[in-house]
């Protein structure tokens, strides 16, 4: 499921980035739950980031939906760069419909290296194998794609959401 997800939103991403230079793309999530989601495919095609605000919670969140699987719930350690800084950060896992996902904390430190952001953000996660697994995604159009998602949000809920960074 992981691969068509990726390379569907790939396709759309190809798409909106040659029309307005933007790696991201925003689109309402696909569990009726009314919530809107900013998402980018990494360098691999396997591999997305997301930041997706829920509407009933009025809270938002980043996620790497990534092929490394990992255990429910476990939190595992991994370490960011950009050109605004390397940094360590925590994964928790999740699995969602199948699908291995690491909800990202910090959560403002990392939501600020995507709106400030230039180039790219790496991510390299520890492999129990001793090596490290490195995932980089373009930040063209984070900010502007994550603005909307939180504007679109605000819309649907109570008002607790900021849509300024």
């Not at 490394?68 to 940094?87: H, Q, R, T």
């Not at 995507?114 to 490290?132: D, R, T």
Request: with cysteine; proline share 2%.
């Amino acid at each position: 499921m992981i691969k068509p997800l990726a390379a569907f939103i790939g396709l759309c991403l190809a798409g909106q980035a040659h029309a307005d230079k933007s790696d991201w793309l925003v689109v309402a999530a696909n569990d009726k739950s009314g919530d809107y989601i900013a998402a980018t495919v990494a360098d691999n095609d396997k591999d997305f980031l997301a930041y997706r605000c829920f509407k009933e919670l009025q809270l938002c969140s980043i996620a790497l939906r990534s092929t490394i699987k990992c255990e429910d719930k476990a939190k595992y350690p991994m370490l960011v760069n950009s050109d605004s800084g390397s940094f360590a950060i925590e994964g928790t896992c999740t699995l969602n419909k199948g699908n291995y996902e690491h909800i990202l904390t910090p959560y403002i430190q990392i939501r600020d290296v995507l709106v400030k952001g230039e180039g790219i953000f790496g991510i390299a996660i520890p492999m129990a194998s001793g090596e490290f697994k490195a995932i980089r995604f373009k930040l063209r159009g984070a900010s502007e794609a994550m603005l909307e998602v939180t504007a679109k949000t605000k819309k649907l809920g109570d008002s607790k959401l900021s849509d300024t960074f």
